[in-house]
């Protein structure tokens, strides 16, 4: 399931869901990207994250669908936020549930690496000399392509 | 055509959005960058990191060897940064 | 922080927990491992979980510092249950917070390959035919071995 | 010398723990596991798929070339199966 959404999110429920009912799963794999206060560094203060109405549910929704092409899944969901987001912060979930365990965990990792690479999102950060876009990482890049195939 | 800027694309060229009718010898991506360049300053520093700009038409990404048509959605922007 | 106990826990508390009042957190990875429910095989409708207290805590609280020597973590909290457990019961929560994505993704999977395979836990299923020690995989020890130095 | 049995070893020596002194020729892991396995057939039953036997002293794993001592826990098991 695809979610992009301006509010929060509570992991407790959302992972709940995801599991409910269903005692087939074996394992339930997650991660949750935060806002990182970097005031030390002279950096962000808060952030905005800009996104491709659209667009975004179809990437989202692909790699959700690519995920499930590689590994036997029960349930997958990424929840991923825009619009202005402070330190601690949530910013995105992804979830994963299989009955195998490592099915769960690979496919939670690589989620979230194609998500940061093919995701239409673009973070603003607002830091003590103004605002600034971020600039794409490469490590971001090598992490997707270690799923290259 | 109904072009979509975002992040910096966007800012540089100070709007979100817009419909344009490109000439006829505007046949590719690559052919449309050259074009929107020359419609000003900051159309041309917008895209003057030309190998970086990723181009998504109808909500599928493309490379600059693409074609282009008349009612497509084409979109403009950096590399992500979400997640 | 390693707890073995009874009685169940709730993911989202404890997530909660791990990433509270920090803002240098920027990824949150979490694995958690359900009893399966493998009636249509003829197998498992409960388990008993069977540890050894004292050994288990200190092997726990070991793999949490090996864990910590290799990524940089903030958070490591490692739950394990003991006793009677149904199909889709809560077995272990295993989860990492650090400034990097990365470092979260891949000590959670490392805290619950070595846990299977260092932990002294053993499990007691019910099966249609009586009781069964569960054997260990040869699949765990490959994971394991993975992230052996 | 203290000694615990878990799992299957627990469930064929029929007992979880027992306090036992070994004759003074057991000097080893190796020597207390032939020296248990004379104790009975349910001892031989339960140490008879002896490399698998994972051996734990004073909660320390140890190979089964570790010395023994008589004020040693010393803890007998099958491979570990948690998570």
């Not at chain 2, 006829?24 to 003057?48: I, M, N, R, S």
């Amino acid at each position: 399931m695809i979610r992009v959404q301006r509010e929060d999110f509570d992991i407790g429920t959302e992972l709940a869901l995801l599991t409910e009912g269903n005692s087939k799963i074996g394992g339930l794999a997650s991660f949750v990207g935060l806002v990182r206060d970097l005031a030390d560094q002279g950096a962000v203060s808060a952030m905005t994250l800009e996104h491709y109405p659209g667009m975004t549910e179809k990437r989202l929704a692909e790699i959700e669908a690519e995920a499930r092409s590689r590994w036997p899944l029960d349930g997958v969901l990424i929840i991923h936020r825009y619009g202005r987001l402070e330190p601690g912060d949530r910013i995105v979930l992804v979830a994963t549930t299989s009955a195998h365990r490592q099915a769960a965990l690979e496919s939670c990792a690589f989620l979230i690496d194609w998500l940061k690479t093919k995701a239409p999102f673009w973070k603003l950060e607002e830091g003590a000399k103004g605002t600034a876009w971020v600039e794409a990482k490469e490590s971001d890049d090598r992490a997707a392509e270690k799923w290259k195939r | 055509m109904k072009l979509l800027y975002f992040a910096w694309v966007r800012t540089n060229i100070g709007k979100a959005e817009e419909e344009l009718v490109a000439p006829d010898h505007v046949q590719t991506v690559e052919g449309l960058l050259d074009w929107l360049a020359t419609l000003g300053p900051q159309y041309a520093a917008a895209l003057d990191r030309r190998n970086v700009i990723k181009v998504a038409i109808n909500h599928e990404y493309v490379e600059h060897d693409h074609p282009v048509r008349p009612d497509d959605e084409i979109a403009l922007f950096p590399p992500v940064t979400g997640g």
